[in-house]
């Protein structure tokens, strides 16, 4: 079964630290770029960062820039992402996303999300 | 910023209704524009991509078109399943940007 499964999410306070996991299974993961996309509570749809099919290149929102760190190991058929400085702005749903050339690199599959609640 | 403006921002049609939903860019994005469809508790499911192009599994009711700035996603006959929140999302630029959404509710 083609599947990623989110992990990590947590209540952090403000300031603090978090890293987000997605574990790839059923699909050639060396041949998809991941991203990750949020969405605050009631909110629409927010992309946050990419990670090309190699890591070689990556890509950040500016409301990440600078705070979030994306990147993936191809040997373990995982992304990761390294979120710093927290703020209340961050709670949302993260999800993980990848795509391929075969879907010209839009989100085909998506995980189940992690819910990263930031809060004193 | 490639900044998607979708409209309305609520459709209220009945079971076999035709949907249609409208996705304007800020600037042009060609053709590299997707449709997604999310229900309440799911991830979001890609529906269209590079504008007219239906994903594995979609059924053919869904159909996309548009270039430039001005895209539109038709659900010809709409089922019982459709009804939920769509997203356009573009990836010509940098950062890559969706559309706020276009609610289709049962009316």
């Known amino acids: 079964e083609v599947q990623l499964l989110d992990s990590g999410g947590d209540l952090v306070q403000p300031g603090g630290s978090l890293r987000l996991s997605c574990a790839a299974s059923?699909?050639?993961?060396?041949?998809?770029?991941l991203s990750w996309v949020r969405q605050a509570p009631g909110k629409g749809l927010e992309w946050v960062s990419s990670?090309?099919?190699?890591?070689?290149?990556?890509y950040y929102a500016d409301s990440a820039k600078g705070r979030f760190t994306i990147s993936r190991d191809n040997s373990k058929n995982t992304v990761y992402m390294q979120m710093n400085n927290l703020g209340a702005e961050d709670t949302a749903i993260y999800y993980c996303?990848?795509?391929?050339?075969?879907?010209?690199?839009?989100?085909?599959?998506w995980g189940q999300g992690a819910t990263v609640t930031v809060s004193s | 910023e490639t900044v998607l403006t979708q409209s309305p921002a609520t459709l209220s049609l009945s079971p076999g209704a035709r949907a249609t939903l409208s996705c304007r860019a800020s600037?042009?994005?060609?053709?590299?524009l997707a449709w997604y469809q999310q229900k309440p508790g799911q991830a979001p499911r890609l529906l269209i991509y590079?504008?007219?192009n239906r994903a594995t599994g979609i059924p053919a009711r869904f159909s996309g078109s548009g270039s430039g700035t001005d895209f539109t996603l038709t659900i010809s006959s709409l089922e019982p399943e459709d009804f939920a929140v769509y997203y356009c999302?573009?990836?010509?630029?940098?950062?890559?940007?969706f559309g706020q959404g276009t609610k289709v509710e049962i009316k």
């Open positions: 996303a990848a795509g391929s050339a075969s879907t010209s690199y839009a989100f085909n599959i």
């Open positions: 059923g699909f050639t993961f060396t041949g998809f770029a």
């Open positions: 990670i090309s099919v190699s890591g070689g290149s990556t």
């Open positions: 600037q042009s994005v060609s053709t590299y």
């Open positions: 590079d504008a007219s």
């Open positions: 999302q573009q990836r010509s630029n940098w950062p890559r940007t």
